[in-house]
């Protein structure tokens, strides 16, 4: 990655370069319910004359050390058949490379894809992924750029929840029993019993603010915990990162707007406060964040919005 956040190759759309590409499966995605589509994605890749290998990873570091070699190799292009963890990984590899992303969405939670605009259908976006292929064309979109104290980063393309969902996300994780969505459910039960509102600092391109709050949620693109639009107004062009914040309001108030959360009105109710920013800087006691669904860092964090920072098949 470049030292300076410029987008790194000029307008909107780039030429894809011409290596091969590498299709990674995540087999246990969305609970192995998609096992005929990477083969299915590979032929039809392959029907674009390009070469195109197939590897299926079994852990998030495999995913990694797989993408990194493909980028040092020179990739075209990696064709991921999985969900927003998949994606995530992924990124780690592809942020400021000149290795292009084609996200087909095969897993539980599919809001990467959702939030740069590829069809939700599986077949249609493996067809939108395999046309820009042929055409040899890629989109320049933001990635945002999340930095701990001691300066390691990590990249994440949808959102970074550092409040309740957070919280849960932790809680649902430490449990043993049950499995499946329930734990979920449990989890959120258990932190609405224990709710209450944390202390945040948080620094909008150099401005300090100060608030307490049940809810916080910082968004490169609009959707996370499959498909509830928490950053209505952010796009993954525009330079910049969308922050919604929920005051300290009660459990049943935060029942009330959550359903909001599907069709991105809760941002009207007079506890919710909408930010924009190039770069923020979250602080707060006991909170580790979750970025694209994924468990990342405990805050204070600081997050950028880098411009063309991926270039997107699709």
């Known amino acids: 990655m470049t030292d ?4 790194l190759d000029g307008p909107t759309a780039a030429p894809l370069g011409e290596g091969a590409v590498v299709v ?19 032929q039809r890749l392959a029907a674009t004359g390009r070469a195109v290998r197939t590897i299926e990873t079994g852990t998030a570091a495999q995913a990694r050390t797989v993408c990194e070699q493909a980028v040092a190799e020179g990739a075209a292009a990696i064709v991921t058949v999985g969900g927003d963890g998949t994606v995530h990984g992924v990124l780690q590899a592809v942020a400021g490379s000149a290795t292009a992303l084609g ?13 740069v605009g590829l069809p939700a259908d599986t077949a249609q976006a493996l067809e939108t992924i395999a046309v820009a292929l042929t055409r040899g064309r890629v989109r320049r979109l933001d990635l945002a750029r999340m930095t701990r104290p001691d300066g390691v980063v990590r990249w994440f393309g949808t959102v970074l929840a550092a409040g309740f969902d957070a919280i ?23 932190e609405l019993a224990r709710l209450r509102p944390r202390h945040y600092t948080v620094h909008l391109d150099g401005v300090r603010h100060e608030f307490d709050a049940v809810l916080l949620a910082l968004g490169n693109t609009a959707y996370y915990g499959g498909g509830m639009r928490i950053c209505p107004s952010a796009e993954p062009d525009d330079g910049l990162l969308d922050l919604v914040v929920a005051g300290p309001v009660r459990r049943t108030t935060l029942v009330r707007i959550k359903p909001q959360v599907y069709r991105g009105t809760h941002v009207s109710h007079p506890q919710v406060r909408s930010y924009r920013a190039r770069t923020v ?34």
């Open 281 to 314: 800087e979250i602080a707060a006691e006991g909170i580790t964040g979750y970025a694209d669904g994924e468990r990342t860092e405990p805050l204070p964090v600081t997050v950028t919005a880098v411009p063309g920072a991926l270039r997107l098949l699709g």
């Open 24 to 42: 990674l499966v995540n087999p246990t995605a969305a609970h192995g319910r998609h096992r005929g589509l990477p083969e299915q994605v590979a």
């Open 4 to 7: 300076t956040d410029t987008p």
């Open 168 to 190: 849960v996300n932790d809680r649902a994780n430490r449990m043993r029993l049950p499995r499946g969505p329930r734990r979920y459910d449990i989890a959120v039960l258990i």
């Open 103 to 115: 996200p087909v969405p095969g897993g539980t939670g599919n809001d990467f894809a959702l939030g």
